[in-house]
């Protein structure tokens, strides 16, 4: 089984922006997290982060390519702007998991919609570094039963 885990912008200021909202583990401590938990479930893992909307867009439509079986992804502020990430899901129609590390629903109402996550069979928001974890078993179970 091989996953993606991708990171949009300012994700990789984890421990330095918000901390009272994002918490003070870095991106690296996210990164490194993932990759053990991966290891131990024995799933290969990307971890993919960049502040670019093609970028994202661009390892999305790569995935299909790689034959990459399922996608966890935060897309931070591109949640709620970014029609082309929700294509770009819909296009490889590799299944998805989204991640928010806060609470969105209970945060300002230009957060309140999600457009990739209309192309995800399942979301996790305000569990901070758990929502990664859970998204990546609940990934693993959903795939099995493909
Ligand atoms: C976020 C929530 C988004 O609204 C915000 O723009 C982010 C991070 C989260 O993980 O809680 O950058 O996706």
Redesign the pocket.
Known sequence: MKILVIN????NMLGIREPE??GNKTYADLEKMIEELCAEEGIEVSVFQSNYEGAIIDEIQKAYFDKVDGIVI????Y??TSVGILDALKATAIPAVE????D?KT?EDF?QISYAGKACVKTY?GLGFDGYKEAIFYLKEYLKGK
């Not at 935060?74 to 502020?77: E, L, Q, R, V």
């Open positions: 949009g912008p300012n994700l909202i994002y935060n897309p931070a502020a949640t709620h991640v928010h590390l806060s969105v945060r957060r928001m």
